[in-house]
């Protein structure tokens, strides 16, 4: 046990979230990376039926770390935040260790985000190994990117809500379906992803077969705070080996640099996804960071 007292609860409030994230919004601006994923700071705000764990540490009133939890088929999945002037006094230790105490028997993940030196030496001290990589990089755009040419026997369009969303749950099913987070995408994710400000159908390409009409893939780009961004590149399980994720990414980073006229896209890709870093290197993508899930 720990002489750091943590808070844990299930849920919380309207003013406890902003607390999250006012904290984690300023964690960002010292060290350059988000505490925080999409998918969590949508829970801070939508909790929806997944199982969280809330843990925080408070001091003088104010929250001075947080560790956010779900559970999911595979045990408990979370992420933390530490006030980077409360570093290194044991309140990130103390969270960790309360998050393991709280899961029992279930197995436990960690994310660091940007894997700085503290969030590693954090996860050996817990026992926590490495077992996944995630590789942000990034495209500074020197100039115009020209849109290519449709691959023969392919149409492409932008997407139309109120008509699109089975299809491209489907394929994203089964092109993600060993993907831990993408592969799990359902109705409810997808209406929250396209109800965000971000969202802009006309940034969401399709490409169908021209013969039939049959969604082969896409890809979803995004715009948020200036920086554009590969966001999903799905292609259908049937259509993979014809070049078309080439081809998609080509015309999202046309949409984005010429289009548009943003300075810099980014994207995530797994570490050991050898395929898709291929493209995206041979499309100017360079490594930018890198988180890592660490895992006990």
Do not use: C
């Not at 899961?103 to 993940?109: E, L, M, T, W, Y």
């Not at 979803?220 to 070049?243: L, S």
């Not at 990414?249 to 548009?260: K, P, R, Y």
């Amino acid at each position: 046990m720990t002489s750091i007292p943590v808070n844990r609860s299930s849920s919380l409030d309207p003013d406890g979230a902003d607390a999250v994230m006012a904290l984690a919004r300023h964690a960002q601006e010292l060290d350059g990376v988000a505490p925080f994923n999409e998918a969590s700071r949508t829970a801070l705000r939508d909790p929806g039926d997944a199982e969280h764990l809330h843990l925080g540490v408070l001091e003088d009133g104010g929250l001075v770390g947080h560790l956010l939890a779900t559970r999911d088929a595979d045990g408990w999945q979370g992420e933390l935040v530490v006030e980077p002037h409360h570093r290194r006094r044991g309140v990130g230790t103390a969270l960790v260790g309360e998050y393991v105490l709280a899961a029992g028997a279930d197995p436990v993940r960690v994310w660091a985000h940007g894997d700085l030196p503290g969030a590693a030496q954090l996860a050996r001290h817990h026992g926590l190994e490495p077992v996944r990589t995630l590789l942000k990089l990034a495209r500074p755009t020197d100039g115009p990117v020209s849109r290519p040419e449709e691959p023969a026997g392919t149409t492409t369009r932008t997407y139309v809500p109120g008509q699109d969303e089975q299809a491209l749950l489907a394929v994203n099913a089964r092109a993600f379906a060993h993907h831990p987070e993408q592969g799990r995408m359902d109705d409810r994710d997808l209406a929250q992803r396209t109800g965000s400000s971000w969202f802009d159908p006309a940034g969401l390409f399709l490409v169908e077969d021209a013969a039939d009409g049959r969604l082969l893939g896409f890809h979803w780009t995004k715009v948020e705070d200036g920086v554009g961004e590969v966001y999903v590149v799905g292609i259908d399980t049937g259509a993979q080996g014809r070049g078309l994720g080439t081809y998609l990414t080509a015309v999202g980073l046309h949409h984005l640099t010429t289009e548009l006229g943003l300075p810099r896209v980014d994207l995530y890709v797994e570490g050991d996804n050898a395929p898709a870093l291929a493209v995206y290197r041979g499309q100017g993508f360079v490594e930018s960071s890198r988180d890592v899930l660490y895992r006990r």
